[in-house]
């Protein structure tokens, strides 16, 4: 492996400096207060804090409803993921064929990621409402089917699609993006050895986009558990009895709702490590079949 | 033209700034929304109107837990305002941080009289100290009732609104045999079905008095009148005299009453004002909230928030607001207060008079004071005072997740209010243990 080596230089110190200062400041200095917290009883208006070790930690993972939290952020992240991930690459493929009205979605597409959580939510609500939304008309034809408030599945369901729906545009920008940065010559060489479309996206197209795939890959993972916060609170509430109740969605329950700083502290120290442990399985163990070119 | 517009806005601000010059400023962040958020304003108006020497700043923040959220966050980088209006719930943790000025102190030292056996025992006991001194200035104050359908009452045959749950229950009853597809629209409230509930029952919350003794204090509500309370709402709902009405499942209870579709719904009286808004299509009116019969009912307690002033601030800016708050509590302006929400007075004064002009004689007014004989039902006793409890929007979160479980068929009642009696403790445990050593004052 070729590796890259850079004499030390002031200048570069100095460019660099500015968004070292803004990393420090916005990630390490939080983390930091929130590791310290996590291991103390923090009074929310100041005033002094005790040392209680893993107290804290204690509480949080002996405790049933925290592991069904888990359970549900892996279910939603993973959902979310393989929903956005296939869908991104199905619309990438067509916009990269230039199907009939690519031109059109190609930019509509990549709208929702503009859109924020909390809206996304709400949007979803007028889908999802099993009074007034556009799922109220399974419930006049079957009443009382469709109802958020009353099946955990459908809620989970409901957070997941909008979640995914979210997260489509990021995906498709990058898939498309790879798609078309394959050599025009391979893929037309594929087509006079005779591979029709299907065979070349199989065995030509994909491949090649592996890269960009497990980039994806771990972009979306972290994504799902760091950024379903919005959705959650404006489409379910983390109800019905705590079906929908995210680790982040916790975490901000717990610590902003609640002033119990201490425990969302411990929290987040937990959904840290979950998100750095599930990376590093991933680079390496994914990374292994991916070819960089 | 962009450039004209910021020269004459620079200009206004200019000129704005020189007339306010000798205005002592102070910052008042508070919950309230949308048109009740318009009426906080209004006052703030009013009352840089009113006076040469002060200005309040008035910032909303877009809902009470905001507010509360918000105001920690700045009191630790010291940018807090002086005036904060707090809910019940949140403001447990103020409390026991000391980092705010009792009112009563504030009056005395800024040499603002108030006479503070004016105001309602009720609502009195809830925003003070034992020793009787206020630590917040009450303001937007409420209490529970239940709305009702009069046309669907009278086609129901029922002629009273009831004061008991057996007489509620045969109402709806009634309700449903005179073809009432949805009696009671039922929304889970720990506010009402816990909180108020055990007060007019004078059944405790918790122990140490409801936490006022002490912070060892556990929960108790698994154990008492309440179980059955919420076994009979169960019951109700499955034999389908009563119905859920929540947002999640698709429509609130006050929209499903609106509508004429649900014929009764337990809400804040603050909603008064919002009902009669939305112009329902029928007769409808307000009755307190009922107790079991062989229950000798109590007072509630009063609801909605009230104004606490931060440590850390000059002596111009406590003054600015010792000023406010005694502007607030003028019966002009509660009237104010009271023509522009649902909310009820509370000074025994301003109450007084408004009956003698006759104010809640005549619409959209009329019975809403219905409230006021709840709150002052009886003396409060031991139990009636109110809640002093840590965690306490936890402790309602889980009361509330247990309780729908329940309502799901996952486990009885019981085991449910066990649960988030068990899970309750737990926080109340944390809070003591956070605040070790402490006390309410």
Redesign the interface.
């Known amino acids: 492996m070729r590796r890259a080596y850079f004499k030390f230089s002031w200048i570069a110190a100095a460019l660099l400096a500015p968004q070292l200062l803004i990393v420090f400041v916005f990630f390490y200095w939080p983390s930091a207060q929130a590791l310290y917290w996590a291991f103390t009883?923090?009074?929310?208006?100041?005033?002094g804090?005790?040392w209680?070790g893993f107290d804290n930690f204690r509480?949080v993972l002996s405790d049933a409803y925290y592991w069904s939290s888990v359970r549900v952020s892996v279910i939603y992240a993973l959902a979310t993921t393989v929903l956005a991930m296939s869908m991104a690459l199905t619309l990438a493929i067509f916009v990269d064929r230039q199907l009939a009205g690519y031109k059109a979605y190609r930019v509509a597409i990549i709208w929702p990621y503009a859109v924020a959580a909390p809206a996304v939510g709400l949007a979803f609500q007028f889908v999802f409402?099993?009074?007034?939304?556009l799922f109220?008309y399974i419930n006049t034809i079957a009443p009382g089917w469709w109802?958020?408030?009353?099946y955990p599945w459908q809620a989970v369901t409901a957070i997941v699609i909008a979640g995914a729906w979210k997260q489509v545009a990021y995906s498709f920008v990058f898939f498309l993006a790879a798609l078309q940065s394959i050599p025009r010559s391979l893929t037309e060489a594929a087509a006079m050895d005779g591979a029709r479309p299907l065979r070349r996206m199989m065995d030509l197209q994909l491949p090649l986009l592996t890269p960009t795939f497990f980039f994806l890959l771990v972009i979306n993972i972290t994504d799902s558990f760091t950024d379903s916060f919005g959705i959650v609170d404006t489409l379910?509430?983390g109800?019905?009895?705590?079906a929908t109740d995210l680790m982040v969605y916790k975490i901000y329950?717990?610590g902003?709702?609640?002033?119990?700083y201490?425990?969302a502290a411990a929290q987040s120290i937990i959904l840290m490590l979950l998100v750095m442990a599930l990376t590093f399985v991933q680079f390496r163990y994914i990374e292994r079949r991916v070819h960089y070119t | 033209m962009t450039f004209k517009l910021s020269i004459t806005a620079m200009a206004l601000l200019a000129a704005a700034t020189a007339a306010n010059a000798e205005k002592a400023k102070f910052e008042y962040w508070y919950g309230l929304t949308g048109d009740l958020g318009a009426v906080v304003a209004e006052t703030c108006n009013r009352f840089n109107a009113s006076q040469a020497d002060y200005e309040a700043v008035c910032v909303g923040q877009d809902g009470y837990?905001k507010a509360v959220?918000n105001t920690?966050a700045a009191?630790?980088a010291g940018k807090h305002p002086a005036l904060l209006q707090s809910f019940d719930a949140?403001t447990a943790?103020?409390m026991?941080?000391?980092?705010f000025y009792p009112v009563t102190k504030l009056m005395a030292d800024t040499g603002v009289t108030v006479d503070w056996a004016d105001y309602f025992p009720g609502i009195a006991n809830y925003y003070s100290s034992k020793s009787g001194e206020f630590f917040s200035m009450p303001w937007n104050s409420s209490t529970p009732v239940y709305y009702f359908n009069k046309d669907h009452f009278a086609k129901a045959g029922i002629t009273e609104a009831p004061i008991t749950w057996e007489g509620l229950e045969q109402a709806l009853v009634a309700l449903k045999d005179s073809g009432q597809a949805c009696g009671l629209a039922y929304a889970p409230s720990a506010w009402i079905d816990l909180e108020q509930f055990s007060m007019v029952h004078n059944v405790p919350v918790a122990s140490n008095n409801n936490g006022y003794d002490g912070l060892d204090t556990e929960l108790l509500f698994n154990t008492t009148l309440h179980v059955k309370h919420m076994e009979n709402i169960q019951r109700w709902l499955t034999d389908g005299v009563a119905m859920?009405r929540?947002q999640?499942?698709?429509?609130t209870a006050r929209d499903s009453f609106v509508e004429g579709e649900c014929s009764v719904f337990f809400s804040s009286i603050a909603d008064h004002n919002t009902v009669h808004k939305l112009k329902p299509t029928f007769g409808w009116d307000v009755q307190i909230i009922p107790t079991y019969e062989g229950v000798e009912r109590k007072n509630s307690v009063v609801g909605g928030a009230s104004l606490w002033v931060l440590s850390g601030k000059s002596e111009a800016e406590y003054k600015g607001a010792a000023a406010y708050l005694a502007f607030l509590a003028t019966k002009e302006q509660q009237q104010f207060l009271l023509e522009n929400s649902g909310y009820i007075p509370v000074t025994k004064s301003t109450y007084d008079a408004l009956l003698a002009e006759g104010f809640y004689a005549k619409e959209p007014y009329i019975n809403r004071d219905i409230a006021m004989k709840s709150l002052t039902w009886s003396e409060p006793t031991e139990l009636t005072r109110g809640i002093r409890l840590g965690?306490m929007?936890?402790i309602r979160?889980e009361w509330l997740?247990?309780v729908?479980?329940a309502f799901?068929g996952?486990k009885t009642m019981q085991e449910a209010l066990d649960t988030a009696a068990a899970r309750g403790n737990?926080?109340l445990a944390?809070f003591a243990?956070?605040?070790?050593g402490k006390s309410f004052p």
């Open positions: 009883l923090e009074q929310p208006w100041g005033g804090n005790t209680v509480k409402n099993p009074g007034a939304g109220s109802d958020l408030s009353k379910t509430g109800g019905p009895f705590r329950a717990d902003f709702r609640g002033f119990d201490s425990g | 837990d959220q920690i009191f630790r949140g943790d103020l026991l941080s000391g980092e859920m929540t999640a499942a698709g429509k965690g929007i936890q979160a997740a247990e729908e479980a799901a996952q737990e926080q944390r243990q956070t605040y070790a």
